[in-house]
């Protein structure tokens, strides 16, 4: 009888998500543009994989043991934070400037500011920025050399049709990751095919990176370097940490806007950014920049793109 | 404790302006790329800070109410413009590196909040001795500072290089973020101090002064800024 009537109060439907299941995966989606990472640039892209892998976690780690705080490294986000910095890293990034960037990651960017769900920009970017504006010849230099040959040497595609024009890039190459760059942020393919396994699992929605991506686009058709050539926008869209960018930290639920409407507005906040940055900043690139920025403006844009409840009347215009 | 002491002590360490009353965050954040410039701006504001200490304190009961805040900025502005010229004429390199923040010094907080909440209600010689002990407390919060963001940023103490070939300077902690990022630090570790003290039950007290520009709370020490908006005016003029 008992078991029948069984009494407590709601909720009586659980999902089966949790921080943890969603993190796992978050990193299964990653390792297809980890994994080309490792084959493009080299046993020393696994290991700088790992070792900012372990470097947030155990930051994580001791930052929760010195402040008497319950363990939260079994969220597993500190890992999906090393993993998407070190793809945010360019290979020839020495060691302990990659261990500099965990720490602040998720010691200052995170865990300070009341760790997960409280870090009011994306940890990995922030530490990506750190490391950009400390390191920046470190973080620029993206000369690959695999097994004592130059595998890559000079710049990045963008930078190329920054310097050169369109006509010094091969499109088919830029998809398929065969260019200098950071770790994962090389193979278009690679990252599509991770992007598509969280949209099937239902761990991100279209509404954030299409937002993200037509806003570009459109900025870039009309405002690029070579207006109104489809190829040129083409070539921009695989260039750089776009799609690594707007699939999978553009879209990270503690900093962006959870409402719907917010979320596209968050997208084309970044995509009108990342446009700027691109066309009229000091560099080539610019997306983790501006998704920084757009972080920052998430707070303000949920406040303003609150829906309305069913039922919840319109409040009527006062009457002077 | 002899008041004069006193005075000093509270400057340094109990109401340090830049890690506890977080007073001139400007010039701090601003000029201390290196432990040269903290060191510069820290003493000439020292300077200034004693001079119109004396002279606020002197001509205290002399200066009508209404018209305390002109008075005062007239008295500070004269001082500024004398150490200002003194330094172009014996400190060019100190000088053009400061650049704009020495005629900034008119405008500090420290200054006109001290001129407000010490130098005019009390003795001119403990305003000096006050005066004097909020100088070195700024001098050495912006001196810290500065020998930190130096060392990290650029590898060198006071201009003389202190790491080998080895190191790679972090260049952000020359830059504006890590002005922030070491007077964060700085000011999370001066609170831990305070805690600690709080703990042993030697308190640091609670500062009495306009902490961070929250002006509804000090009726003590600056009993006009809850009521006039002219000492919010002062912190918002210290850009």
Known sequence: MSDLYHVSSSPHVRAKDSTSRIMAYVIAALLPASLFGIYNFGFKALLLILITIATCV???????????KKNTIGDLSAVVTGLLLALNLPVSLPWWEAVIGGVFAIAIVKCLFGGLGQNFMNPALGARCFLLI?????????????????????????????????????????????????????????????????????????????????????????????????????????GGGLMLGAFFMATDYVTSPITPSGKIIFGICCGLLTGIFRCFGANAEGVSFSIILSNILVPLIEKYTVPRAFGQVKEAKKNE | MNKYVERLYNGIIKENPTFVLMLGMCPTLAVTSSAINGLGMGLSTTVVLICSNLLI??????????????????????????????????????SASLGVYIPLIVVNCIILGRA????????????????????????????????????????????????????????IFIMAPGAFLVLAFLVAGMNIVRKKMDAKGTPLAEP????????????????????????????GGDK
């Open chain 2, 208 to 235: 009495a002064g306009c902490l961070a520009g929250d002006c509804a709370h000090c009726g003590a020490s600056c009993p006009s800024a809850g009521k006039k908006p002219e000492t919010n005016n002062t912190e």
């Open chain 2, 116 to 171: 407000e909440s010490y130098a005019s209600k009390n003795a001119p010689v403990e305003s000096i001795f006050d005066g004097l002990g909020m100088g070195l407390g700024f001098t050495i919060g912006l001196t810290i500072i500065g020998l930190i963001r130096e060392i990290l940023g650029a590898g060198t103490a006071f201009d003389v290089q202190i790491f080998g070939e080895w190191f790679t300077p972090i260049t």
């Open chain 1, 134 to 238: 400390a390191f920046a010849a470190d973080m620029t230099n993206f000369n690959v050399t695999k097994n004592g040959v130059d595998v890559y040497t000079g710049a990045t595609p963008l930078a190329l049709i920054r310097e050169n024009g369109l006509s010094a890039v091969n499109v088919r190459d830029m998809l398929v990751g065969n260019v200098a760059g950071t770790i994962g942020e090389t193979s278009v393919i690679a990252i599509l095919l991770g992007a598509i396994i969280l949209i099937l699992l239902g761990v991100i929605d279209l509404k954030i990176p299409g937002a993200y991506i037509i806003t570009f686009a459109l900025f870039m058709f009309f405002f690029g370097a070579s207006r109104f050539d489809f190829n040129y926008v083409v070539a921009q869209l695989c």
């Open chain 1, 58 to 68: 155990a930051t994580e780690w001791i930052f929760d043991k010195i402040v008497h």
């Open chain 2, 57 to 94: 304190s002197l001509f205290r009961k002399i200066i009508p109410n209404g018209v305390r805040m002109p008075a005062y900025i007239v008295i500070v502005a004269s001082l500024v413009t004398v150490v200002q010229f003194l330094m172009q004429a014996y400190l060019p390199s100190l």
